[in-house]
């Protein structure tokens, strides 16, 4: 059975980098078929996706946020990760990440639980 | 960025009802809509694909529909755990975009 589990620091300091992970299982993150996304969600902006990633190196990142979001992945723990530098208030958000169908533009069928990042000082 | 407009933002309704939600494009999307519906405290939950075609494991008493800009969610018989927040995503373009949720409350 797939799952996905985020993990991460719950509070971040503004200008500094959020650091995020996503550990897989009952899958792998090398498929060929698969994307991994990241996906945010706060009170303010609703749902908000922020980029996929495929382990061939393939990425989409949403435009608004693409000079500041890095992610990879790691096939020997399974994980995908998820770097955004610079953060501000306005990044304080539920993160998920997801499993993406469809390319490139695509849809989440499976989700992890989601963590909290809050961004303060 | 394609704008996807959800109404109405709540609604109320009780069990057994029959309730719609609709999502509108600002342009068209030829299907590429996604519905997901939201329990407090989850994750999104997958219900439907290119606009009708239903996740595996959804009850039947979802329905979906539309094309072009304009789409709609519909669910047949209101049960208790029906009762959540419900959003469509476009994934015509990117940025994939997602409405702004209907919460669906219990009358």
């Known amino acids: 059975q797939l799952q996905l589990q985020e993990s991460g620091p719950g509070l971040v300091k503004p200008s500094e980098t959020l650091s995020l992970s996503c550990t897989v299982s009952?899958?792998?993150?090398?498929?060929?078929?698969?994307?991994w996304g990241w996906i945010r969600q706060s009170p303010g902006k609703g749902l908000e996706w922020i980029g996929s990633?495929?382990?061939?190196?393939?990425?989409y990142t949403r435009p608004s946020l693409k000079s500041r979001v890095t992610m990879s992945g790691d096939t020997s723990r399974n994980q995908i990760s998820l770097k955004l530098t610079s953060v501000t208030a306005a990044d304080t958000a539920v993160y998920y990440c997801?499993?993406?169908?469809?390319?490139?533009?695509?849809?989440?069928?499976?989700w992890g639980r989601g963590t909290l990042v809050s961004v303060s000082s | 960025d394609i704008q996807m407009t959800q109404s109405p933002s709540s609604l109320s309704a009780s069990v057994g009802d029959r309730v719609s939600i609709t999502c509108r494009a600002s342009?068209?999307?030829?299907?590429?809509v996604a519905w997901y519906q939201q329990r407090p405290g989850k994750a999104p939950r997958l219900l439907f694909f290119a606009a009708s075609r239903l996740e595996s494991g959804v009850p039947s008493r979802f329905s979906g529909s539309g094309s072009g800009t304009d789409y709609t969610l519909t669910i047949s018989g209101l049960q208790p755990e029906d009762f959540a927040t419900y959003y469509c995503q476009q994934y015509y373009t990117i940025p994939q975009t997602f409405g702004l949720g209907t919460k669906v409350e219990i009358k």
């Open positions: 342009q068209d999307i030829g299907k590429s």
């Open positions: 990633f495929h382990y061939s190196g393939s990425t």
């Open positions: 997801a499993r993406q169908r469809n390319l490139p533009g695509g849809y989440f069928d499976l």
């Open positions: 009952g899958a792998s993150i090398s498929s060929n078929n698969d994307y």
